[in-house]
């Protein structure tokens, strides 16, 4: 896929589509808006995660030019099963969509709101082996995604996470950090309701391949971290912040909840 693509201007989400023309024509896209009422109560299993409170040896975070994105540097496969998915799926990496400002930032929209962050735990099917072959297939994905909403108090997790950040600035930059600083878990919110449905990658290629579970419950950091987010720059040495996709349509979709 092509870098030339970002949030804003000439190559903004209304013309990603020249990239990729499912971008526009695709009736399966994300972000959706979600209202609770609407969803349909379905009594999932509880989600089974596998590896999410081991330490890897090291993480490694870049600035791909597009957002902030976290992986581990080593042989720790953390994955997730159950929860109503048909497969395990395989934790890639993980990244993050945010605002200029809190009155916006999150993809998803929960009841009309709109959080000032959204976190995406990217995973692959098992049974394709990689990201890069999954997304040609309807079930290939799974994305965990967490809410971010602003509290008084700094989260130490991201504390930590944010403590290299210097390095990280521009486009095409990464550095290490030490593989006890947090775990996968320390991201995921202690209530674990979710809502459920198909949908696509939020960035070109938009390959609608991802089973999307989206938290209920958000977690939280201080408006001094996520003002952390907002020093970075993007590849056209512009500030990062308000790297989410517009609202998609939903096309008859139909969105479960596991409560
Ligand atoms: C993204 O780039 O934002 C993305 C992925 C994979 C799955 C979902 C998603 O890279 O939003
Ligand atoms: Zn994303």
């Given at each position: 896929?092509?870098?030339?693509?970002?949030?804003?201007?000439?190559?903004?989400?209304?013309?990603?589509?020249?990239?990729?023309?499912?971008?526009?024509?695709?009736?399966?896209?994300?972000?959706?808006?979600?209202?609770?009422?609407?969803?349909?109560?379905?009594?999932?299993?509880?989600?089974?995660?596998?590896?999410?409170?081991?330490?890897?040896?090291?993480?490694?975070?870049?600035n791909?030019?597009?957002?902030?994105?976290?992986?581990?540097?080593?042989?720790?496969?953390?994955?997730?099963?159950?929860?109503?998915?048909?497969?395990?799926?395989?934790?890639?990496?993980?990244?993050?969509?945010?605002?200029?400002?809190?009155?916006?930032?999150?993809?998803?929209?929960?009841?009309?709101?709109?959080?000032?962050?959204?976190?995406?735990?990217?995973?692959?099917?098992?049974?394709?082996?990689?990201?890069?072959?999954?997304?040609?297939?309807?079930?290939?994905?799974?994305?965990?995604?967490?809410?971010?909403?602003?509290?008084?108090?700094?989260?130490?997790?991201?504390?930590?996470?944010?403590?290299?950040?210097?390095?990280?600035i521009s486009s095409n930059s990464?550095?290490?950090?030490?593989?006890?600083?947090?775990?996968?878990?320390?991201?995921?919110?202690?209530?674990?309701?979710?809502?459920?449905?198909?949908?696509?990658?939020?960035?070109?290629?938009?390959?609608?391949?991802?089973?999307?579970?989206?938290?209920?419950?958000?977690?939280?950091?201080?408006?001094?971290?996520?003002?952390?987010?907002?020093?970075?720059l993007?590849?056209?040495?512009?500030?990062?912040?308000?790297?989410?996709?517009?609202?998609?349509?939903?096309?008859?979709?139909?969105?479960?909840?596991?409560?």
């Amino acid at each position: 896929i092509n870098i030339n693509w970002g949030y804003h201007g000439d190559h903004g989400p209304d013309k990603w589509s020249e990239l990729e023309p499912i971008c526009a024509t695709g009736e399966e896209e994300s972000p959706i808006a979600l209202e609770t009422n609407e969803t349909i109560s379905a009594e999932l299993p509880d989600l089974e995660m596998k590896g999410y409170d081991k330490h890897p040896k090291e993480y490694l975070m870049q600035n791909n030019g597009h957002t902030l994105v976290v992986s581990l540097k080593d042989s720790i496969l953390p994955s997730v099963r159950k929860g109503g998915l048909r497969s395990e799926y395989i934790f890639r990496q993980m990244h993050f969509h945010w605002g200029e400002t809190s009155e916006e930032g999150s993809e998803h929209v929960i009841n009309g709101k709109r959080y000032p962050m959204e976190i995406h735990l990217v995973h692959y099917n098992k049974k394709y082996g990689s990201v890069p072959k999954a997304v040609s297939h309807r079930d290939g994905l799974e994305v965990l995604a967490v809410f971010v909403e602003i509290s008084d108090e700094a989260n130490q997790v991201f504390e930590k996470m944010l403590s290299n950040l210097e390095q990280l600035i521009s486009s095409n930059s990464a550095v290490t950090l030490p593989g006890d600083s947090f775990v996968l878990a320390d991201f995921l919110p202690i209530d674990k309701n979710f809502y459920r449905y198909h949908g696509s990658l939020t960035t070109p290629g938009c390959n609608q391949a991802v089973f999307w579970t989206i938290f209920s419950e958000p977690i939280t950091m201080s408006e001094d971290q996520i003002d952390q987010f907002r020093r970075l720059l993007d590849h056209e040495n512009h500030p990062m912040s308000g790297n989410f996709r517009p609202l998609q349509r939903l096309y008859g979709r139909e969105i479960l909840r596991s409560f």
